[in-house]
């Protein structure tokens, strides 16, 4: 069993709006009060995830979501990628993907989709 400690955070840009959801980091996103409160989000997100508590350098309470479920729904054939030139191969290589195009058969059990 893991035992979870919590982490504070703090806000990178101040200056902008709060919203309801934050950046933490890759496959992590963090959320308030308000979502927590909202049954219907709360049961969406935990079909892709556990959501574990931490605290915001206010002391306000939010609660982040780890996701722990991938699903492989990329359609490789269809999405766009950056190019690069790969000087070991003397060649053009795919780089990061630019714009996703997914197989829709592959969504159907993931909220974020």
Not at 52 to 71: A, M, S, W
Request: charge should be negative.
């Amino acid at each position: 069993m893991t035992t979870w400690n919590p982490h504070e955070y703090y806000i990178h840009n101040p200056i902008l709006e709060k919203g309801d959801f934050f950046h933490v980091g890759a496959g992590c996103i963090a959320f308030g009060e308000k979502v927590w409160n909202c049954d219907r989000m709360v049961d969406s997100l935990e079909m892709d995830g556990e959501i574990l508590p931490i605290t915001f350098e206010t002391g306000e309470g939010l609660y982040i979501l780890n996701v722990t479920e991938c699903v492989n729904a990329l359609d490789k054939e269809k999405s766009e990628y950056s190019v690069y030139w790969d000087i070991e191969k003397n060649m053009q290589a795919k780089g990061s993907v630019k714009r996703c195009a997914f197989h829709p058969d592959c969504l159907t059990g993931s909220s974020f989709f």
